[in-house]
C-alpha cells in the first residue's frame, strides 16, 4: 500500500526532523525517544521510508531488530502526523540482503541529512558513528494519520 508521505516532509523540514519514536518494549510498555528523522528512498528497494539513526545495542535497536512496529510522530504547533510501519535495520551488526556494507558510512549520512543535518567535518562523523555501533532505521510506512 503506497502512504503519502508529503505531510511528514513539511512538519520534519520546519523542525529539523525532530520526532518521537514510539517502539513496543515487549512487556507490554512503550518505549519512546525523541529523535531526528526524515524522508528518503530505501537504499535498497526504492520505495520512500521514514529513517533515523540510533545508537546499535539500545532497547529500542534490539525491538526494532526483533520485529517490533514503530510509530513515528512529527509536530509543529498542533499540526502533528504519525507514521507507522514495520523497519529494516542496516549496521554493522545489521547487515542487509542487496546493501554493500561498504555503503553505510554515507547511509548514515543521507538519514542525518534527510532529518535535515548538517556537519562540519564527515570523517569525524563517520568515526563517532563507526565508534557507537550506529545504525539506520527505515521505517516502511503502512498507515498515517494525524
Not at 570523517?123 to 521505517?139: H, I, K, Q, T
Given at each position: 500500500m503506497a502512504v503519502d508521505l508529503d505531510r511528514i516532509e513539511q512538519l520534519s523540514s520546519t523542525e529539523t526532523g525532530l520526532c518521537v519514536v514510539a517502539v513496543d518494549r515487549g512487556d507490554g510498555g512503550v518505549l519512546s525517544t525523541v529523535v531526528n528523522a526524515g524522508?528518503?528512498?530505501?537504499?535498497?528497494?526504492?520505495?520512500?521510508?521514514?529513517?533515523?539513526?540510533?545508537?546499535?545495542?539500545?532497547v529500542k535497536h534490539e525491538r526494532v531488530r526483533a520485529g517490533a512496529r514503530i510509530t513515528v510522530t512529527f509536530r509543529r504547533g498542533w499540526q502533528y502526523v504519525s507514521v507507522e510501519g514495520a523497519a529494516d535495520v542496516i549496521g554493522p551488526d545489521d547487515p542487509f540482503d542487496g546493501f554493500d556494507a561498504e555503503r553505510?558510512?554515507?547511509?548514515?549520512?543521507?538519514?542525518?541529512?534527510a532529518a535535515g543535518g548538517t556537519h562540519d567535518d564527515w570523517?569525524?562523523?563517520?568515526?563517532?558513528?563507526?565508534?557507537?555501533?550506529?545504525?539506520?532505521?527505515?521505517?516502511r510506512p503502512e498507515r498515517t494519520y494525524g
Open positions: 524522508v528518503l528512498p530505501h537504499p535498497v528497494a526504492g520505495h520512500p521510508v521514514v529513517a533515523f539513526v540510533t545508537r546499535g545495542g539500545t553505510l558510512p554515507q547511509l548514515l549520512r543521507d538519514v542525518f541529512a570523517d569525524e562523523y563517520d568515526r563517532v558513528m563507526a565508534e557507537e555501533r550506529r545504525v539506520a532505521v527505515l521505517v
